[in-house]
């Protein structure tokens, strides 16, 4: 499974900010989400992982994987293709 982004078709991941779920404290605090084995999981990208060392990894990877899943078919967030920040779209769920 992937996403799809409206300019570059269908992508691996998709990018969020923490803020989304994690409020001020994943602030700026980049993930990666994407599909393994059918199921969403979440990473830390490179750039925040020592900030992340500190926190709670599994939760906040928890909640991440949930946050993505709640926005269901538009999930609000960065293409890693494009760099665009979008929507996309897991590719289970056409577009209307
Ligand atoms: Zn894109």
Sequence with gaps: MKFDCEKCG?????IVDGYGFGDRLLEGVMFKVFYKDGELVAEV???????????????WLDACVQHVKDMEDDVEGQCPC???????RPDNKPRG
Aim: proline share 4%; with cysteine.
């Design 45 to 59: 990208m490179p750039d925040s992982a020592d900030y992340f060392n500190d926190l709670n990894t599994k939760k």
């Design 10 to 14: 269908d992508v691996d991941a998709v």
């Design 82 to 88: 494009c760099d665009e920040g979008i929507y996309l």
